[in-house]
């Protein structure tokens, strides 16, 4: 599997435990030295997850893909978190599953928000198997605070930690539990954690969500709050590209 992102703060734990997890693990850096973040063995392979001209490497025999890039600026949204979902689908050229984190608060309105709500879209469209993971807050949960909940509709909106919180560990867990658990295929869902255990068997939670319909390119529940007429026009025109993924 190949992670994208793979140096970022959710990239490196979702390396880590792909590795331990005998995982045949490809971690995408832009910066060869970022080798260094790495467990010894890691298949690091350097590229601009942005380019798909750069990536035949990475994603050469990769059936497995976990995107986990993102940033703050609403200047570099598109480039970051929208470019590289274009990038890797484009380069695609074997049918391949796909886990991408957004955010919890994804379908409120701001520039960094809609350039991941578009990529989220980017991969519904491709009709690839995916599971899309919307955290909360990183790291911002209380020692007691292990029991995942996963929440469909996108309603927390408040836009600080009262939205709900979760670990850097458990985010990178679940987006690689979710790569070979059927009952996540499908599926889009907020990650959140609250007071109580870990569990150790995810799929319950993941049979418990609702997947989003076929044919749609927002996740089931959403507010319809993005209409397609008032997309511009090279996103509608990603969204047609990728329909043409392997
Ligand atoms: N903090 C939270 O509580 C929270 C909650 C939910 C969602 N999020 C989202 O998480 C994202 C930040 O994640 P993080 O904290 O893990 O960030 P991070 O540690 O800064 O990692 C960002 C990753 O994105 C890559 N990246 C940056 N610019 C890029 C570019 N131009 N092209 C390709 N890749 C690029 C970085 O690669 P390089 O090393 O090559 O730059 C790095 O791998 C944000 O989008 C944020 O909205 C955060």
């Known amino acids: 599997m190949l992670v994208i992102g793979a140096s970022g703060s959710i990239g490196r734990h979702v390396v880590a435990q792909a590795f331990r997890a005998g995982f045949e693990t490809r971690a995408l850096v832009r910066d060869p030295s970022q080798a ?59 049918p391949a599953r796909i ?34 993971v919307r955290p909360g807050w990183f790291d911002y949960n209380e020692p007691d605070e292990h029991r995942l909940v996963m929440l469909q509709g996108d309603r927390r909106w408040a836009s600080d930690p009262s939205d709900g919180v979760v670990s850097r560990a458990q985010i990178a867990q679940v987006l690689l539990a979710s790569l070979t658990s059927e009952a996540a295929s499908g599926k889009t869902f907020e990650l959140v954690a609250e ?23 927002d996740a089931v529940l959403d507010r319809d ?22």
């Not at 991408?100 to 409120?108: E, I, S, Y």
């Not at 350039?115 to 009709?127: D, F, I, N, Q």
């Not at 870990?198 to 319909?213: E, G, I, K, Y």
Request: hydrophobic share 35%; glycine share 8%.
């Open 225 to 246: 709050n993005m209409p397609f007429d008032r997309e511009p026009s090279p996103v509608l025109a990603d969204l047609e590209a990728v329909r043409r993924c392997p």
């Open 99 to 132: 886990a991408l984190m957004t955010a919890l608060g994804v379908t409120k309105p701001t520039p960094g928000h809609d350039w991941k709500r578009r990529g989220e879209r980017l991969v519904r469209a491709s009709g690839l198997p995916y599971t899309i």
């Open 36 to 94: 260094s973040l790495f467990p010894d063995g890691t298949h690091v392979v350097v590229g601009d997850p942005s380019r798909a001209d750069t990536l035949g490497d990475a994603l050469a025999g990769a059936t497995g893909i976990v995107f986990t890039q993102g940033t703050y600026r609403d200047e570099d949204a598109e480039q970051v978190n929208y470019r590289p979902v274009r990038a890797v689908l484009d380069a695609l050229n074997i």
């Open 195 to 217: 007071q109580g255990r870990a569990q150790d068997d995810l799929d319950p939670l993941f049979t418990s969500l609702r997947a989003d319909p076929n044919g749609t390119l």
